[in-house]
Each structure stands twice: as C-alpha cells, then as structure tokens.
C-alpha cells in the first residue's frame, strides 16, 4: 500500500520561508515522478511543482517561479518543497502527489497522479 504523508506547514508571516517534507512508503522511488499541488479556500486544486524520477527535471507554475525549490532524495523516500519569499496568496493546504513516470503525460494535471498525501496547511500572514 503506497502512503505519501506531508509535514512541515505552518503558520508564518509574510517574506518568510518554510521547507515541506513528502515522505513516501510502499513504492520504489526510482519509478516514480512527483508533484506538489495547493488548494486555496473556495478554490480549485491547482499545481505548484513537479519532479522527474531521477530529480534531474523540474517545473514550476508561474506564480512560484523563482521562489520556490522542489527536490529529492530517493534513498530517503522523501521529496522536499523549499518555499521562500512567502506571499499571502500562497496560503493553503499543500498536496503532494506522485505516479509511475511513464504513465504521467501532463504534470500540471493533478488527474494524472495516482497517489496523494493528506495535505499540510500553509498559513502566510500580511
């Protein structure tokens, strides 16, 4: 049984940073692409980053760019979101999310993924 299990959110004030951890169990790492999604209150689920197998590709949506770092370390089954520069707008609970590369086409499509964490709340005050 695959089992994602986020940490690392929290409540923290405008500039800040904050580092998420997805640790991963029940699934070889190496097979496996991954990716970090937020849903805002009253919004819809929307993608914040992926990350090839092997870590050597990586993709960021728009609004994250430049501030946030997504990384990896297979031999601990864990994958990491470095968040800096935190913006109120970046409140919400974060998602990570993987699947079996080869079965992942569109990595911006939170459909594509098979397997979810529960979520870890990020709070950035004004």
């Known amino acids: 049984q695959v089992q994602l299990v986020e940490s690392g959110g929290g409540l923290v004030q405008a500039g800040d940073s904050l580092r998420l951890s997805c640790t991963v169990s029940?699934?070889?790492?190496?097979?496996?692409?991954m990716g970090w999604f937020r849903q805002a209150p009253g919004k819809e689920r929307e993608f914040v980053s992926h990350?090839?197998?092997?870590?050597?590709?990586?993709y960021y949506a728009d609004s994250v760019k430049g501030r946030f770092t997504v990384s990896r370390d297979n031999a601990k089954n864990t994958m990491y979101l470095q968040m800096n520069s935190l913006k109120a707008e970046d409140t919400a609970v974060y998602y990570c999310?993987?699947?079996?590369?080869?079965?992942?086409?569109?990595?911006?499509?939170?459909?594509?993924?098979?397997?979810w964490g529960q979520g870890t709340q990020v709070t950035v005050s004004s």
């Open positions: 999310a993987g699947g079996i590369w080869y079965m992942i086409s569109d990595y911006r499509n939170a459909m594509e993924y098979d397997d």
């Open positions: 029940g699934r070889t790492l190496s097979m496996y692409d």
């Open positions: 990350i090839s197998r092997s870590g050597s590709n990586t």
